[in-house]
């Protein structure tokens, strides 16, 4: 797939995502204040969310592949029809998986508390080498609401030093 089919893949995970969590994030203020009555309720369903992530991974045996922490993830985030970005980037990257898009990263950045999604990052290049890939290939940001060349993360978070937590080849 070239450059192109992976941003119109990664702009429909968005929208997917988007569907999935009407409800939003909690971390970040334009969910927060577009239904101000909702908050409440939103912070107590977090909560309850958080709470079952914790007791699902917990369940899981040492060694467990990365890939049930994020079925955990996109689960809760679904249920709760909500999420941050570890929860947005889950969904994303199963709804990616299951349209059978490769090679395919869920990353995060190292020192930073941000999850997303890396569609065709070259193979033999290194995760942590932002520079040995991210202009061949595509980020899916869902936390954000966006999809773009990967090397847009360091625009948008000023910042790019990553790490692969699971990759699909």
Known sequence: MDMNGYLAEAKLAVV????????GTYN??????????????????????????????????PGASYERKIE?????????????????????????SDRGIRPLDYMCFNGKDHAFVILGRPAGSIAGDFS??????VACDPLRGEAG???????WWNYSKCASLFRKE
């Not at 060349?149 to 625009?155: E, S």
Request: contains cysteine; aromatic residues 4%; charged residues 20%.
């Open 132 to 137: 040995s890939w991210a202009d061949k290939s």
């Open 28 to 61: 970040q203020i334009r969910d927060t204040t577009r239904q101000p009555l909702m908050l409440p309720f939103r912070i107590m369903m977090r909560g309850a969310q958080i709470l079952r992530e914790n007791q699902e991974v917990a369940k899981l045996t």
């Open 16 to 23: 997917h995502v988007q569907k999935k969590t009407p409800l």
């Open 72 to 96: 955990i993830l996109a689960e809760a985030g679904k249920r709760g029809m909500s999420g941050n970005c570890s929860e947005m980037a889950a969904i994303a990257f199963l709804f990616l």
């Open 149 to 155: 060349i990967a090397t847009q993360l360091a625009v």
